[in-house]
């Protein structure tokens, strides 16, 4: 889901309302400034293509990871949780994919037109051509989809924590692709509403993205798509954080009771999963919220108010919260490639070795003080 990772300051000045000074001058002035801005380049698509690039080396690098341990493991009852990893982090390379796709195609067509026309990237809420459509839903899309996953994750850990025996019972191979087809189904069922009238897709400032409209000629059914979109991200995130609490809570009071070796060996694997989990939920959060919010609360504010006195705030709030939200597709990779059972054990002896050497050093010198000290208060007379 690439969106725009950058702009610089003459396309924003650009796009942004004429400042006092500029709109009290002559009206010849005024059209020289039009003319010098929009002649220059506004934006430069290396640094997006560049942020696609890496996305899909990571993405590509955690997938390879992720299938040699479901070979590894597709008899166990870690291979649920490996089939949904696998499953996320091949929808995060295709929402890199396709997205990124589009948006550089528009940073094309918008080069091609400010060469041709004068003309750079225009913030239309009445842009309906069918890629801003297909871009719009590709970011609900691969939007939900990692947020929804995750939350099956945790829930699938969550059972196999908690019951183990009725998770080995219930939980297969073959259920698990099928929550896997529910899952995506769900979410395309949710991206296209706006195809059958029930909200709408439009360009979104700085005219390189395309998302629910929020900012301009909002209307009740667009607010409920925007209430429906974020209502579920946000319930997803907030199931997901709480059976990765009960799976955390249960393996510590498991941790304090562990009696024998093969049981603590199984407990690592659900250690690893359920550190795992956290680390997703955790991106997930800091990168999807900011767009969440800002667009429920543009989405609010647009329907309930005729005059939008702070639109200019919210369309860079809205373009800082998408950034954040492609972020989520370059980061989740690397809970996989960072957080593994070799990983943490390497982090774990390394933090063993350090507190027990200053755990030593500090015995040694508390003894040594201990003996100096004896050695002042004995009285020589008492020898005699």
Known sequence: MLAMQH???????????????????KEPKME?????NTTQPRN????????????????????????????????????????????????????????????????????????????????NSTDQDASCL??????????????FLGCAMAAERCLGITSPLLHARLVTTARTKMALILIWLLALCVALLPFISLGDYTSQFPGTWCFIRVMEGTKATDLAFMILFSGLALSSLGLAFVCNTISGITLVRARLK?????????????????????GIMVTSSICWSPLLIFGLISAVRSYTSSTFGDKETYKHLMMTGVRMATCNQILDPWVYILLRRAILRKIYRITKKQASFKGSTLRRWDFGSFQNSEKKKVDPKSFK
């Open 258 to 278: 562990r009696s024998c070796s093969q049981r603590y060996t199984t407990r690592s694997h659900d250690t690893e999963m359920v550190v795992q989990l956290v």
């Open 44 to 123: 430069n698509p290396t640094a997006a293509g560049l942020t696609m690039t890496l996305g899909i080396i990571f993405n590509v690098v955690a997938l390879i990871i992720l299938v040699k341990a479901y070979n590894r493991f597709r008899r166990r009852t870690k291979a649920s949780f490996l089939l949904f990893a696998s499953s996320l982090v091949a929808t995060d390379l295709a929402g890199h994919v396709i997205p990124g796709s589009l948006v550089l195609s528009r940073y094309s067509t918008s080069t091609e037109a400010e060469a041709g026309l004068g003309s750079g990237f225009q913030d």
């Open 7 to 25: 702009s610089n300051s003459s396309g924003i000045s650009a796009l942004l309302p004429f400042s006092n000074h500029t709109a009290v001058a």
């Open 134 to 147: 297909f871009l719009g839903g590709c970011m609900v899309f691969f939007g939900l989809c990692p947020l």
């Open 32 to 36: 020289a400034v039009v003319t010098k």
